[in-house]
């Protein structure tokens, strides 16, 4: 019965996506039902072949390692703080666990490796294979096509970069693709950091967050095909990965620095973006409470995004938890969606229900991540900034729609 409620959602987030349409009576079906076969063969493909787990084994080692060396680092510069050994006795119960210097710098680690293998030419080859795959199942233009496969690997804005000399010239329902690839992905600067946080609660994490973000690209053009259709075709081109660095050094260099940048935005964000929280449920709380309980923007969130959950095919006694964690991912960002999901207690949701929150919450679609679209695509393009702007909150529901097909065709297969 979960699998029907998994595949009735599926079709009712296509509807859904369908109903935002700027043109419903235009319709782009090769790139629609291209992007949904694709998404669904992929998703058998690398969760049912033989030797999936042993793969999501070895990433998880890989992971664990990063992690491991990333420790090493932090323990030299921080001593304890970043896992060197206390000078003191530790307490029982007791943590030295400090996210600032421990958890987070390993964004650090993948940002310099991610420079250097894209200097090596080994990102370049696997996005130029996974861009032929979308362009031949959906019929996209070569520029979309690489700029949405770009998104499984860099963040949104470096992944329109490699297009950036066609951004002017792509046609509005082009450019909304790649908008909604980077909203419907994750860079993998944060998968590893992302992983390292479900890993001591869910086996295989980092081959199924890979996973997701790669069969949530076709459901990105899917979406956005469907939001707004094709009219004119943009211009098509030679589309060359040019290396930006100069020797292997300079790449780890321009990585790091990079890195050092994220870092420091995602320790602005979550600061602020707790305290607003906190802030919130402190203001909420000042009203009565309903079922014994007081007002919280979890709760609310919850209510709200509890629907959207149950049609990805989680029990409707687990839907508004799961919702509360869709609202968090959606109005702050995925990263407190997934420490909160790694704090629950281990009966309030279902393995099956994590693990499919886990491929629903893999995405950038949130209202910080717009302002950092805006202010990227804005400075390539220009001319295309008002365009850009209105179709930004459009961008986000699509992306949301996207990863939450994901999770049906997840609910699916599980």
């Known amino acids: 019965m979960l699998r029907l409620q998994s595949a009735l959602g599926l079709l009712m987030l296509v509807l859904v996506a369908w109903m935002f349409s700027e043109d419903r009576h235009r319709l782009a079906w090769r790139e629609v039902a291209g992007g949904i076969v694709l998404q669904i063969v992929l998703a058998l493909i690398l969760l ?3 030797g999936t787990r042993l793969i999501f084994s ?18 030299f510069v921080f001593g304890y703080l970043g896992g060197g050994e206390p000078p003191f006795q530790v307490r029982p119960g007791a943590s030295t666990y400090i996210l600032a ?7 650090l680690v993948m940002s310099a490796l991610s420079s250097l293998l894209f200097h090596w030419g080994v990102i370049p080859r696997v996005v130029r294979a996974l861009a032929w795959m979308l362009k031949r199942t959906t019929g996209i233009s070569g520029v979309e096509a690489l700029g949405a496969a770009a ?16 951004l002017e010239k792509v046609s509005r329902s082009e450019l909304f693709t790649i908008m909604v690839a980077g909203m419907a992905t994750i860079a993998g600067t944060v998968m590893v950091l992302y992983a390292s946080i479900l890993e ?3 086996d295989g994490v ?3 967050l890979l996973v ?3 069969i949530s690209a076709p459901a990105a053009v899917t979406v956005s095909k469907l939001m707004v259709p094709p009219v004119e075709r943009g211009v098509e081109g030679a589309l060359p990965l040019e290396r930006e660095a100069r020797s292997a050094m300079d790449a780890l260099t321009q990585g790091t ?15 602020v973006f707790v305290a607003l929280v906190h802030l919130a449920n402190m203001v909420l709380g000042l009203a009565p409470a309903w079922g014994g309980e007081p007002w919280t923007v979890q709760r609310i969130l919850g209510v709200v995004m509890a629907p959207v959950t149950w049609l990805m095919g989680i029990p409707w006694s687990e839907a508004r938890t799961a919702g509360s964690l869709m609202g968090v991912k959606t109005i702050l960002n995925e990263f407190l969606a997934y420490l909160q999901m790694a704090s629950l207690p281990a009966d309030v949701l279902s393995p099956r229900s994590r693990l499919i929150l886990t491929y629903a919450l893999c995405g950038f679609a949130n209202m910080g991540s717009l302002g950092i679209m805006i202010g990227g695509l804005g400075a390539m393009a220009p001319a295309r900034r008002p365009e850009i702007v209105e179709l930004g909150v459009r961008s986000i529901v699509a992306g949301t729609l996207a990863t939450c097909m994901t999770g049906a065709i997840i609910g699916l297969l599980v």
């Open 101 to 107: 210097f421990r958890g987070l710098p390993l964004v």
């Open 206 to 208: 980092m081959g199924h």
């Open 200 to 202: 001591p609660v869910m």
């Open 151 to 166: 998104n499984i690997f860099v963040g949104m804005v470096e992944a329109p970069i490699l297009v950036r000399p066609y």
């Open 257 to 271: 620095l990079a890195g050092l940048t994220l870092l420091l935005n995602i320790i602005a964000m979550l600061i």
């Open 48 to 50: 049912k072949m033989p």
């Open 212 to 214: 997701a973000s790669i």
């Open 58 to 75: 070895f990433l998880n080692q890989a992971v664990q390692a990063l992690s491991a060396a990333t420790e090493a680092g932090t323990g």
